[in-house]
Nanobody, 116 residues
Framework: QVQLVESGGGLVQPGGSLKLSCAASGSGFTFNAMGWYRQARGKQRELVATITSGGITIRNYADSVKGRFTISRDNAKKTLYLQMNDLKAEDTAVYYC????????WGKGTLVTVSS
């Protein structure tokens, strides 16, 4: 059973940056396309970015974060990253990682709050 632990969230002013990390234990990380998701208060969880597992790296982003967020991964460290730049208030949410098709159990997430 893979466990996912997200970290790196916090309070940041609009226009600021944060880098999130997701550490995966167990096997399977290397062979799965991975994604970052977020859930704002009162809203459904949404997929914001995905990255393929190997070979040619393909990244996809939700329109709301395109050009501002960058997803990356380090398979040797079994870690997924999300670099978030030019943060906006509407990016405030709990951020989670999972496979691109959300097959694993969810971690606790990491809270990102964008506020002045």
């Amino acid at each position: 059973q893979v466990q996912l632990v997200e970290s790196g969230g916090g309070l940041v002013q609009p226009g600021g940056s944060l880098k999130l990390s997701c550490a995966a234990s167990g096997s399977g990380f290397t062979f799965n396309a991975m994604g970052w998701y977020r859930q704002a208060r009162g809203k459904q969880r949404e997929l914001v970015a995905t990255i393929t597992s190997g070979g040619i790296t393909i990244r996809n982003y939700a329109d709301s974060v395109k050009g501002r967020f960058t997803i990356s991964r380090d398979n040797a460290k079994k870690t997924l990253y999300l670099q978030m730049n030019d943060l906006k208030a509407e990016d405030t949410a709990v951020y989670y990682c999972n496979t691109a098709d959300a097959r694993w159990s969810w971690g606790k997430g990491t809270l990102v709050t964008v506020s002045s």
